[in-house]
DNA sequence: CTGGGGAAGGGGCCC
DNA sequence: TGGGCCCCTTCCCCA
């Protein structure tokens, strides 16, 4: 008995053993489970903690791309709608080349009529105000002050670009214009905001106002700057600013600076946008035309200013670039032909052009009505330095200091040559060289440098004036061997010469009638031989 | 409606 | 690289 007793304690000490032993292997397998478990959990951690910071880094490469194109698209809607400031206080110091039918006091905007520029990239909300004193209150120099109120940012991010000519600075292409204007013309502080790549993320959301609110003389409107001359945050101007040039460096030229932070220092940070985006809510392009427009006064309006810069042909939406500018009512198109300046018809093609090109591509700037109304100076005679200066100004508003060049090399898809690897940043067509490409752009910029002297035509390529004027000189130089017909162009005598050769094959069997083109013989036996 | 002429836009090529 | 020429295309006007 005794020894059944230590044998079933044996038994029992073994099997505590054995139970021992086999939970020390479970735990050991269950430990090493959850560490590999563990393990594994880790590596998908990092996989995905990877993972996410690529998709953050596509997220902002995409980002950056959509800031920077709307970046060029807003700087080029921008310094078109600086332009058009220009033009009108040009328009409304050479009012007899204009028809101004509305009263002085229907000139006047009013103070405060904002134009709300959503720079979009902007870290701080902005104003540019544009005010002009009254005649009476400016007396013979009668000025608009365009100043900006910042209300926020760093210092450090600050452009100011002043417009015109700064008082006491001499213009830089003196004109008949400004016998009108016995001060200087204009000058515009625009203090912008630069900020870094994170910010033009950041600040989609953010608002920068600019509010233009400029009163316009009926004679003698001149823009300056604020009577201080100091920017914004008492900046003064640097006579010898360069940004922002764009266009025709007429009386209207602007003037820009930089101040000491050089803000085109920032031209490797996309976020330095000068992009504009008027609200329409709050936009002052039509000011208080715009109210009249809607309450049907607008034949008092007839100023090209802003019949040119407010309506569409439909009387609706005028869409540049990214600028939308709605205009209430059923405005009629009053494009003022007398304001052509003896342009027959390419100037109302440009905007046609315009609408053709914009029908394509709406980011386009091309011909754009404020372009063509640029164009339409009739300061400028010949081409200056200032104009290719201002191309070249305007590449660098638009790709902020030799960016261009790389944005286009950069740009280059696979469907280019290596021998047009110059790409244009409006329509992605290539060119051998950069010249090239330049003359290619005035196409979307509108830059015509090549004025006649005879007329006010403005022309794009030094070739098309010249041949211009053969329209003035008389000059026909292609003579027709069949005939005596003589022509201006040589194409015009290659498609005359289609009259002596031409062939009318197609003959219509039951008149006789012959046509050139079986199309021709369709339409001529449907209107005169259907039977149906 | 059709065709012809005038004129301009714009790109390619050459020097 | 810049200017000039050539060419094609397109639009407008007119008969």
Redesign the pocket.
């Known amino acids: 008995m005794a020894n059944c007793v230590v044998f079933h304690t044996q038994i029992a000490s073994v099997m505590e053993v054995l139970a021992n032993a086999a939970v020390a292997e479970i735990c050991k397998l269950v430990d090493d489970d959850y560490a590999v478990l563990q393990l594994e959990i880790t590596q998908s951690q990092k996989e995905n903690r990877g993972l996410r910071r690529k998709l953050q880094l596509l997220e902002l490469k995409v980002a950056r791309d959509r800031a920077e194109r709307t970046m060029r698209e807003r700087v080029v809607s921008s310094v078109k709608i600086l332009d058009q400031y220009r033009e009108m206080a040009r328009g409304h110091l050479t009012g007899g080349q204009r028809s101004f039918v509305k009263p002085v006091r229907d000139n006047t905007w009013r103070h405060d009529q904002p134009i709300t520029v959503d720079e979009g990239s902007g870290t701080s909300t902005q104003h540019m105000v544009i005010e002009s004193a009254d005649t009476e209150a400016a007396g013979p120099g009668g000025s608009s002050l365009v100043k900006q109120e910042r209300t926020e940012g760093d210092p450090q991010q600050i452009r100011n670009i002043q417009t015109g000519v700064a008082a006491g600075v001499a213009p830089p292409v003196a004109t008949k214009d400004l016998t009108s204007s016995p001060q200087p013309r204009a000058k515009c502080n625009i203090t912008e905001n630069s900020g870094t790549m994170n910010e033009v993320l950041k600040s989609e959301t953010d608002t920068e106002t600019l509010i233009v609110t400029q009163r316009l003389l009926n004679t003698g409107s001149v823009l300056r700057s604020d009577p201080e001359g100091l920017g914004p945050l008492g900046c003064p101007p640097a006579p010898g600013s360069e940004y922002l040039l764009y266009g025709n460096l007429s009386p209207r030229t602007v003037h820009s600076q930089r101040d000491s932070c050089d803000a085109l220092e920032t031209g490797n940070d996309p976020s330095c946008s000068y992009t504009t985006e008027i609200e329409p809510g709050n936009i002052s392009l039509g000011l208080e035309t715009q109210n009249d427009l809607s309450r049907g006064n607008l034949n008092q309006y007839s100023s090209s200013v802003y019949t040119e810069v407010c309506l569409d042909k439909k009387g609706g939406v005028i869409v540049v670039d990214e600028v939308t500018v709605k205009v209430e009512g059923d405005a009629p198109p009053t494009w003022n032909v007398d304001c052509h300046l003896g342009d027959?018809?390419?100037q109302?093609?440009?905007l046609?052009?315009y609408r053709?090109s914009l029908g394509t591509n709406l980011n386009v700037a091309?011909?754009s009505p404020l372009h063509a109304f640029r164009d339409r100076d009739p300061v400028s005679t010949t081409m200056g330095p200032s104009d290719s200066h201002s191309s070249i100004l305007f590449d660098q508003v638009l790709n902020s200091k030799g960016q261009k060049a790389k944005a286009q090399a950069v740009g280059a898809t696979s469907d280019n040559s290596n021998e047009k690897q110059f790409l244009c940043v409006f329509c992605n067509?290539g060119?051998s060289?950069?010249?090239?490409l330049?003359?290619?752009k005035?196409?979307h910029t509108g830059i015509?440098p090549f004025s006649c002297t005879q007329c006010h035509?403005r022309?794009?390529?030094?070739?098309?004036l010249?041949?211009?004027q053969?329209?003035h000189t008389g000059e026909k130089p292609y003579s027709c061997t069949q005939c005596h017909?003589r022509?201006?162009?040589?194409?015009?005598l290659?498609?005359?010469l289609?009259?002596h050769m031409?062939e009318r094959p197609i003959a219509c069997m039951d008149c006789g009638k012959r046509?050139?083109?079986r199309c021709?013989l369709m339409?001529?036996q449907q209107?005169n031989h259907s039977t149906l």
């Open positions: 027959r018809h390419s109302g093609r440009d046609l052009d053709g091309t011909h067509k060119f060289c950069l010249q090239k330049e003359i290619h005035r196409v015509k035509m022309f794009a390529h030094s070739s098309s010249k041949r211009h053969r329209v017909m022509f201006a162009q040589a194409s015009n290659k498609i005359h289609k009259v031409r046509f050139s083109d021709y339409i001529h209107k």
